[in-house]
């Protein structure tokens, strides 16, 4: 597997562990660790998605929850996702990812005919235009705004992996007991990093700290 935009020797990549993905159903590979977004520049893949409005070509601008273009549809064990951020997305064998605010591809949108229109498409363009008449907005509109806003997905199809029940326990129905407990933290001010944390929750003291990937003794 060559990978010609992959530093070599650099990162927390095991490179010993491969691992596919499909993206816009062509096939890569990266490694463990990798998140989606480093698995796509490692393969060269730099075009990710379309501007929403003008549909312009985009590709990787930041790092973590802060990429506001690498938004992508995953699939996984016949469900699906939607608007998944690539950048934060850790790959796993047999991920499967699409763009997203583009037809029929993101190599060629039929969308980005909105750059050429761009002239008579100026700021408050919508709230000008489909005010009259009156009763074509529900009909017509609306409906073709909503098939043109882009975007994932949301699957109308049942959860597998959790009932409705078990996530209402999760949610509403947890002990939530005093005293000391392992929880896991991110420093999203700062690094981003996750690392696990041993807390007393009447007291907020603190007892002990691990890396996320390191065991509890």
């Not at 480093?38 to 601008?61: M, Q, T």
């Not at 549809?73 to 934060?88: D, S, V």
Request: proline share 3%; with cysteine; glycine share 8%.
């Amino acid at each position: 597997m060559t990978q010609h935009f992959r530093l070599d020797n650099v990162g927390l990549i095991n490179r010993d562990k491969k691992l596919s993905f499909k993206f816009n159903g062509k096939k890569y590979f990266g490694n463990e660790g990798d998140t989606l977004a480093s698995a796509l520049l490692a393969n060269g893949v730099h075009l990710i998605g379309r501007s929403f409005k003008y549909h312009r070509p985009r590709g990787f601008f930041g790092a973590g929850v802060d990429e506001p273009y690498a938004i992508v549809q995953l699939y996984r064990n016949g469900e699906t996702e939607p608007n998944i951020k690539a950048t934060e997305q850790e790959l796993f064998e047999g991920l499967e990812a699409t763009s997203v605010n583009c037809w029929p591809s993101v190599n060629f949108d039929i969308g980005a005919i909105n750059n050429f229109l761009k002239i008579f498409l100026p700021a408050g363009f919508y709230y000008k235009t489909f005010m009259w008449p009156k009763s074509f907005w529900y009909k017509v509109y609306e409906p073709f705004i909503r098939k043109a806003a882009g975007l994932g997905v949301a699957s109308t199809k049942h959860d597998k992996e959790i009932s409705d029940q078990d996530w209402d326990n999760f949610v509403y129905n947890r002990k939530s007991l005093r005293g000391k407990h392992w929880e896991l933290w991110q420093h999203i001010s700062g690094c981003r990093q996750w690392i696990k944390v041993e807390r007393d929750t009447a007291t907020h003291e603190i007892f002990n700290s691990l890396k996320a990937n390191e065991e509890i003794s």
